[in-house]
């Protein structure tokens, strides 16, 4: 169930019972503008750090390397300050991240979409990245410019749509997540799947038996 204006400005205000284990979005949204609204989302604000990817001389990037390059190879931070832009090009490729830092309690879950505003104009912002209960940071954006010119980027603008659901049965022993707790965007590491190495092996055994 994705939760009304109404709900979750009540959510905000931290209101009992739910003071205990609260919904934070800072800096708050208005929340009278949120009701009035009455949607069933909250509007996020684009920040001042981008992670770009460098370009590179490998012809691919490939998990099963045995020396897949760091964070550190792979990309290059940007700060970008209030009144100033970060160019998109068509066709590239940028993270960046929310001006708001959100905390989630155990029983709300999320997504990110992009605002229609900045899609018909070419801005893909992610396809739904999904934020687990209780996670607590900023939230990593994808932005890719899928448009024919230059997309100008400034930190403070509202660039894309935060919608929030019930989480049936929530747990209490969740962690939010591999991104929690961050400020920046971040390039989370791609790990090896467990089902996916037993499949090698299966088909290893296949193939020593022909």
Not at 63 to 81: D, F, G, Q, R
Not at 98 to 119: F, K, Q
Not at 149 to 167: D, R, S, T, W
Request: net charge positive.
């Amino acid at each position: 169930m994705i939760l009304s204006s109404e709900h979750l400005a009540m959510r905000l205000e931290a209101q009992a019972p739910y003071d205990s284990d609260p919904l934070i979005i800072a800096p708050r949204p208005d929340l009278n503008k949120l009701r009035k609204q009455g949607a069933a989302s909250v509007d996020l604000r684009l920040g001042c750090w981008f992670l770009a990817l460098k370009q590179s001389r490998s012809p691919c990037y490939d998990i099963k390397e045995k020396n897949v390059p760091s964070e550190t190879a792979l990309s290059k931070m940007h700060y970008v300050p209030f009144g100033r832009s970060f160019i998109l090009h068509p066709r590239s490729f940028v993270l960046g991240s929310t001006l708001e830092w959100v905390r989630l309690p155990v029983d709300i879950a999320g997504y990110v979409t992009s605002r229609s505003s900045w899609g018909r104009r070419g801005l893909i912002i992610a396809t739904a990245t999904g934020v687990h209960p209780h996670f607590t940071g900023c939230l990593t954006l994808e932005l890719f410019n899928s448009g024919e010119i230059p997309v100008a980027l400034y930190p403070g603008v509202a660039i894309c749509q935060f919608f929030m659901h019930q989480v049936h049965e929530p747990s209490k022993d969740v962690t939010g997540g591999v991104q929690a707790g961050r400020r920046k965007p971040y390039l989370s590491p791609i790990k090896p799947d467990p089902v996916e190495e037993v499949l090698l092996r299966l088909n290893q055994r296949t193939d020593d038996n022909e």
